[in-house]
């Protein structure tokens, strides 16, 4: 499971400013269902500064954390000064996130520009950019910036910052063209390195899934149970036991520790199996 700093616990229990401002200045939309995560944030300006700003998300508890965080902070800022705020500054305010989370922040901000735009009549410079992921929707331009404002190293740094790449990871090649170009431009040159052999999260799901049916389901159910994937985040595989298995995989680790095995055996080395 992620590791939460008290400041997003809290944030995400008790989530400030929610809702939409009716005939809001600036309006602000990232994100979309389809790819998991969504942000909509509307502010009211008077005289060149935020005097409300409101926000709703679909997202996780580091979406939730991370737009409540950012009306907080940009309530009573003048608009020229809410234009410099960074992902870095939002993921400070909440004591930091898991580096997997970190596109969270980043949602947070493009919101605030995508409002600010708004609010100036002006377009985005991303809208202009060319989509290298298909699967979310991230264009070039978006990734070049992250690279650069966030000094990213690898394209699994981009997948956490972006989620370009966390699909179905056919777009890792042209990730790695953007970082290399990206850090050549900015006199940070980096040997360019072959695209990353890591697999995106449907490739685990698909792989965890033929194990357990090849190699873990078969014996469980000849003693009248059964086990079912839940979710994979990261390296951490959740699943639940049925039937007879139940009470033995809470009180014993004989078969915590044989599934682990198995799935580190024929799927990923680091992941590690818990209880939903």
């Known amino acids: 499971m992620w590791e939460y700093t008290e400041t997003v616990t809290e944030h995400f229990q008790n989530p400030r400013n929610v809702g939409e401002i009716d005939n809001a200045d ?143 990871g056919k777009c890792e090649e042209k990730l790695a063209e953007l970082l290399h170009k990206t850090q050549s431009d900015g006199l940070r040159v980096i040997p360019l390195k072959q695209p990353s052999k890591r697999m995106t999260t449907l490739q685990k799901i698909k792989k965890i899934e033929e194990v357990l049916d090849r190699e873990i389901r078969p014996g469980l159910r000849l003693d009248g149970g059964d086990i079912e994937l839940i979710d994979v985040e990261g390296d951490t595989v959740m699943v639940s036991m049925r039937g007879a298995c139940t009470s033995c995989f809470k009180s014993q680790t004989t078969i915590k520790e044989f599934v682990e095995r198995k799935l580190r055996e024929q799927v990923l080395e680091t992941l590690v199996v818990e209880e939903a």
């Open 26 to 168: 600036g309006v602000g939309e990232v994100g979309s269902l389809a790819c998991g995560d969504a942000l909509r944030l509307t502010l009211k300006i008077e005289d060149g500064k935020i005097v409300d700003a409101k926000f709703k998300t679909f997202g996780c508890a580091s979406a939730i954390a991370s737009s409540s965080a950012l009306t907080e902070m940009i309530i009573g800022m003048d608009v020229s000064k809410a234009e410099t705020i960074t992902n870095e500054d939002i993921a400070s305010a909440l004591g930091g996130l898991p580096k997997e989370k970190m596109h969270c922040s980043v949602m947070g901000r493009e919101a605030l520009e995508a409002a600010l735009a708004d609010f100036r009549g002006l377009s985005l410079p991303k809208a202009d950019g060319e989509v290298v992921c298909e699967c979310f929707g991230v264009t070039d331009v978006e990734i070049r910036r992250v690279v650069s404002e966030s000094n990213l190293h690898s394209v699994e740094e981009i997948t956490n910052f972006t989620k370009a790449g966390g699909g179905c």
